[in-house]
C-alpha cells in the first residue's frame, strides 16, 4: 500500500481541537535534511499539506475558528501535538518536534487565530472629536498636544503645567495647552539609542512643598573602555526659571554592571509608603534577569531619597544589588499601585508572545527567562517551560502579544465606572485596553480604541480625563466624556 495516499484519504471529524498535522511529511522530514527550526517553517514542512499554508484547512478543516475537540487552553493544544489523536488521523509529533518546539507551534497557532479574528472586525478608531461608546462610558478623543519627539511619559504640575519627557533627552514643558519651545535646560546627558533615553518623569508626592522631580533615563557608561555602555539611573531635581538644578543621585548603577545593547531599559517611577519603586529591563541578557549581582531584569526599591530599606529582600548581603524588590523580570514597561488596596501592578513586554501583567510582591522570582508564555522575535523557541515551583506565574498574559507598555489606574471622577479601573497601552498593537480587577484577578478586559498610534502610556489627569502619549504620530490625546 502507497502510504501517502493511504493518509491523504483519511477523512477525520471536525477538528474541533485536533490539530492534523502532516504524518508523512513529518516522517520525510525527520528522515531527510535537517530543517530549520524556525516555527513558521515546521509548520510549512511538516503541517501546511493537511492544515493549509495558513492554517485555513485543506485535507482537515480550517483551524482558524477557534473551535477546539480536546481542549482550547495552550496545555491541550500542546498535548495534541505531542501525542496526537490517531484515531482521528492525527499522529503524535513528540519524535519530530522537542518540547520548546511545541510550545513555539502553540504561541504560532494562536497568532494565526488573533489575526484571522481580526480580519474583517471593526475595533473603535476614533478620529479626533468623533464619539466612541464603550461597554460603560462614551468619550471623545481631543489632541492635546503636537508637536513632540517620540514622548514617554507625562507628570502634571500643580499650576496647570505638564511635564512630558522625550526619548531622544528633552524634558519639555506644556502650558494652557501649548508646548513651550525651549526644553528644561540641564536635565542629564542620556545614551538616546535604540529603546535608550530619558524615560520617565515623575513627581514626588510631596511636591507642593519639595519640588523634587525624578528623572529616570540611560545613563552613559561612566567608563571611557566602555563608550557605547549604558544603564538605567534615576536622579532627583528641581526646576526655576527653566533650569534643572539641585541634582541628586537616587539610583546609579556600578559600571561594570552597564551593557551595549540598546534594548529594555525598564523604567516606570511609583511611589508608595515612603518608598520609590522602578524597573530595570535585562538590557538584552536574558540571563541577568536571574543573577542578584546584576540590576537589569529587576523592580528595584529605593528609599525616595536613594536609601536602601534595611527589610529588602536582599539588603545586607555582599553578592546581591541591595536595591532589589523582584527578580526574573524580562523588560517591565508598566507599573501603578492600586489606589485603594496599594497592591503594586507591573506590565512586563515579553518577547514574541507572553506579554504579562504581574502582581509585584517582594523577594519573588517572576521567572525569565527559565519560564515564558512566549518564544523568539525570529520564531525559534525559548523554553518549553512555562511554570516551575518557586518562580511565579503572571496573573493574565497576552499570547499574541500587544506590545504592552505603560498602565495607570483611573482615579477621576468624570468616568465614575471606570473608577480604579487599570488602562494597559500597546505598541505594535495600537491598542488601549481596560481591565478590571477584583480581588487581584482580572475579571473583566475591553478594548477602548485601536489603530490610531503607537500608544506608549496612558495617565489619569488632575481634571479627571486621561491621557494617552501616541508615537507615530507623536502627540498625547485627551479623552473627554460624551
Known amino acids: 500500500m502507497n502510504f501517502r495516499r493511504a493518509f491523504f484519504r483519511t477523512t477525520a471529524p471536525r477538528h474541533a481541537g485536533v490539530l492534523l498535522f502532516c504524518a508523512i511529511i513529518s516522517l520525510a522530514g525527520a528522515s531527510g535534511a535537517p530543517q530549520s527550526r524556525e516555527i513558521s517553517k515546521l509548520y510549512s514542512n511538516h503541517c501546511g499539506g493537511c492544515h493549509g499554508a495558513n492554517m485555513e484547512g485543506g485535507q482537515t478543516d480550517s483551524m482558524l475558528d477557534d473551535t477546539w475537540r480536546h481542549g482550547a487552553d495552550d496545555v491541550s493544544l500542546a498535548r495534541v501535538i505531542r501525542d496526537g489523536a490517531e484515531q482521528e488521523g492525527m499522529p503524535p509529533f513528540k519524535g519530530l518536534l522537542n518540547e520548546a518546539e511545541i510550545r513555539a507551534m502553540v504561541v504560532f497557532i494562536r497568532e494565526k487565530g488573533d489575526q484571522a479574528a481580526r480580519k474583517g472586525a471593526t475595533p473603535p478608531k476614533p478620529a479626533i472629536g468623533e464619539v466612541v461608546q464603550t461597554s460603560k462610558h462614551r468619550f471623545h478623543a481631543e489632541t492635546f498636544v503636537a508637536g513632540l519627539s517620540t514622548p514617554w511619559s507625562m507628570a502634571f504640575l500643580p499650576d496647570g503645567r505638564v511635564l512630558v519627557a522625550e526619548l531622544p533627552g528633552a524634558l519639555r514643558v506644556v502650558a494652557s495647552g501649548k508646548l513651550l519651545p525651549a526644553p528644561i535646560q540641564g536635565t542629564p546627558r542620556v545614551r538616546a539609542r535604540g ?148 497592591d503594586l501592578w507591573e506590565t512586563e513586554h515579553g518577547p514574541r508572545g507572553g506579554d504579562e501583567l504581574n502582581l509585584v510582591r517582594k523577594g519573588l522570582n517572576y521567572g525569565w527567562p527559565v519560564i515564558t508564555h512566549g518564544m523568539n522575535y525570529n520564531g525559534t523557541p525559548i523554553t518549553e517551560i512555562t511554570s516551575k515551583e518557586g518562580m511565579e506565574q503572571p496573573v493574565i498574559h497576552w499570547t499574541p502579544s500587544i506590545a504592552v507598555c505603560g498602565i495607570d489606574f483611573y482615579e477621576g471622577d468624570k468616568f465614575p465606572k471606570w473608577k480604579n479601573d487599570l488602562f494597559v497601552t500597546g505598541l505594535a498593537s495600537e491598542e488601549l485596553r481596560r481591565l478590571s480587577i477584583r480581588d487581584r484577578k482580572v475579571v473583566e478586559q475591553e478594548l477602548i480604541f485601536k489603530g490610531i498610534g503607537r500608544v506608549r502610556d496612558v495617565a489619569s489627569g488632575p481634571d479627571g480625563c486621561l491621557y494617552v502619549i501616541l508615537n507615530k504620530p507623536d502627540r498625547i490625546l485627551r479623552l473627554e466624556p460624551r
Open 195 to 342: 529603546q535608550g533615553g530619558l524615560m520617565e518623569v515623575a513627581l514626588h508626592p510631596g511636591y507642593a512643598t519639595n519640588r523634587w522631580i525624578y528623572l529616570a533615563f540611560s545613563d552613559p557608561s561612566p567608563d571611557p573602555a566602555s563608550p557605547d555602555a549604558s544603564l538605567t539611573a534615576i536622579v532627583r531635581g528641581r526646576i526655576r526659571n527653566g533650569q534643572w538644578t539641585d541634582e541628586q543621585t537616587i539610583f546609579r548603577a556600578p559600571a561594570w554592571t552597564y551593557r551595549s545593547t540598546g534594548v529594555h531599559f525598564g523604567c516606570r517611577l511609583v511611589f508608595k509608603d515612603g518608598f520609590l519603586f522602578f524597573p530595570i529591563g535585562e538590557r538584552g541578557h536574558m540571563q541577568d534577569a536571574q543573577d542578584i549581582t546584576r540590576p537589569n531584569g529587576k523592580i528595584h526599591r529605593v528609599f525616595d531619597d536613594g536609601r536602601i530599606p534595611p527589610d529588602n529582600p536582599f539588603a545586607g548581603r555582599s553578592n546581591a544589588i541591595p536595591s532589589i524588590w523582584t527578580y526574573g523580570n524580562r523588560n517591565p514597561q508598566g507599573l501603578d499601585a492600586h489606589p485603594e488596596t496599594g
